[in-house]
């Protein structure tokens, strides 16, 4: 079965530290998705790509960057890790669905991140 | 005043309740609507997805948009413990475009 994946599940990490999370998708979309989950502010938009070699800032892109040299991966870096990063990072994918030609957006397991 | 409004509970329900969720928006331009569940320490899960104005059934979750009041709802039909969780709405301008998501409802389902 098609499946999106995130590692680490969990990240300890101290402030300065550039830190790389990782997301792959099988479902072969074009469209992939950086969010983070605070408590308070719900799910915000990080980073996102419609394509191989595309990529655009979200609501809240600062000290993130993206890169996307294939259809199955979107990473996300954090060039200079820094305690407000403490949180949930959701990675998303979208594409047709089999329900009616919907765009379905689906989501990874997440990986907590905290920055000491 | 946020793109999307959303109470965020927590919601206590008997079992065999019906229950009742409800986002309400300020962009009109909003096309595409969903609602998301999320369980402890999981991803969010899609549950429904709606196109435009009008009602969309599956099996006890019933989700409504009503696109002139920007409001949209999602019933739940004789909820249980197993519906416990946080439920997320989501919309966008443009089909498989970045969603907007309102804080999400905790929702505790009591045998």
């Known amino acids: 079965d098609a499946e999106i994946t995130q590692s680490p599940r969990h990240k300890i990490t101290e402030t300065g530290r550039q830190v790389t999370l990782a997301c792959h998708q099988t479902?072969?979309?074009?469209?992939m998705f950086w969010y983070r989950q605070d408590l308070g502010h719900g799910l915000r938009l990080i980073h996102y790509?419609?394509?191989?070699?595309?990529?655009n800032k979200g609501e809240v892109s600062d000290g993130y960057s993206v890169s996307r040299s294939n259809t199955e991966d979107l990473p996300l870096t954090l060039e200079s890790a820094a305690s407000s990063q403490t949180s949930v990072y959701f990675c998303?994918?979208?594409?047709?669905?089999?329900?009616?030609?919907?765009?379905?957006?689906?989501f990874g397991p997440g990986t907590r991140l905290t920055v000491t | 005043q946020k793109e999307v409004e959303q109470d965020p509970g927590p919601l206590s329900v008997p079992e065999g309740a019906i229950v009742s969720l409800n986002c309400t928006y300020s962009?009109?331009?909003?096309?595409?609507f969903m609602w998301y569940r999320q369980y402890s320490r999981k991803g969010p899960e899609l549950l429904m997805y709606?196109?435009?104005?009008g009602n969309k059934e599956d099996g006890r979750f019933t989700a409504q948009v009503d696109k002139s009041s920007k409001y949209i709802s999602l019933f739940i039909r004789d909820s249980q413990p197993s519906d416990s969780a946080t439920y997320l709405c989501?919309?966008?301008?443009?089909?498989?475009?970045?969603?907007?998501f309102g804080k999400g409802t905790t929702l505790s389902v009591s045998s």
């Open positions: 998303a994918s979208s594409g047709y669905g089999t329900s009616g030609g919907s765009y379905e957006q689906y």
């Open positions: 479902w072969n979309h074009n469209n």
């Open positions: 790509s419609y394509g191989v070699q595309d990529t």
């Open positions: 962009n009109s331009a909003f096309q595409y």
């Open positions: 709606t196109y435009s104005s």
């Open positions: 989501a919309m966008n301008f443009q089909a498989g475009t970045a969603l907007i």
